[in-house]
């Protein structure tokens, strides 16, 4: 079965195929290792050798031992924590250094650069990934310092409704009252180009024609766009978590946990800017 996530298809990624031709051979039957007579733990002295009876009499096959090299919680965790380590710890550098928003702004287009070189990447690159935190933690420093000082407490309100979305979504998630499937995934794709081009548009017609645009960044409209780009945010947080269940349990190399750590952290950072703009609009009405 291959996965419904838009990550690992592309990449190749399927229980029946292994990622990139891992595990691609024809599944093996029996343990190739029971039958030998070199190996020791085949012996009959050997109480691991001995089939377990199962509850109703029947024998049950030794557990696996875990496999070196995939990936798992424990990898995803870790990577996580250092690529979301680094933005904040280079973002409260930007804070106190108070770093002009001009300059935050050129860090934010070398972070949209890097970020979409990882992306269409067919390895990750650890590497890659950190230069894209350090970048993107220095823009998200800047504009907040900048928006906190028009807006007081707009920050610290956006981390704590980032933390809300990114544990409502997991807890949805793991008690599978958000079914991610090919149609959830077309839906929130679908969705994404919509609100990305709109928010293009907008871009443009207030560089031509001055003013707000659209004004799809302030007022009610803004507001109920606002609204857009969190409930997006929380979705394309539902397809992080599939990715890395995914991963989990194809067996994917370990180097993929920074995959699923640069997944995790675009989608963060996009609810945090959403919820720090809907604060701003909230506290400016």
Partial sequence: ???????????????????????????????????????????????????????????????????????????????????????????????????????????????????LWQSFKREASPALILSYAVAEGLFLGTISSAINAVAPGAAMQAVIGTMAVFAGVLFMYKQRIIRVNARFTKFVLAAAVGFILLSLVNLVVAMIGGGNGLGLRDGGLGILFGIAGVLLGACFLALDFKMVEDGIAYGAPEKESWMAAFGLTLTLVWIYLEFLRLVAILQGE
């Avoid at 030998?36 to 030794?62: E, W």
């Avoid at 280079?90 to 934010?108: H, S």
């Fill in 1 to 115: 079965m291959r996965s419904s996530n838009p990550v690992f298809t592309r990449r190749g990624f399927s229980r029946d195929g292994g990622y990139a031709g891992f595990n691609a051979g024809q599944p093996q039957t029996g343990n190739p290792y029971a039958g030998s007579p070199t190996n020791p733990y085949a012996q009959p002295g050997n109480p691991y050798a001995q089939p377990q009876v199962g509850p109703h009499g029947g024998a049950v096959p030794p557990a696996a031992p875990p496999r070196a090299g995939v990936m798992t919680i424990d990898s995803v965790v870790s990577r996580t924590a250092l690529t979301l380590g680094t933005v904040v710890a280079f973002a409260a550098v930007a804070w106190v250094t108070d770093m002009p928003l001009a300059l935050g702004f050129v860090f934010a287009l070398v972070a949209l650069g890097l970020g």
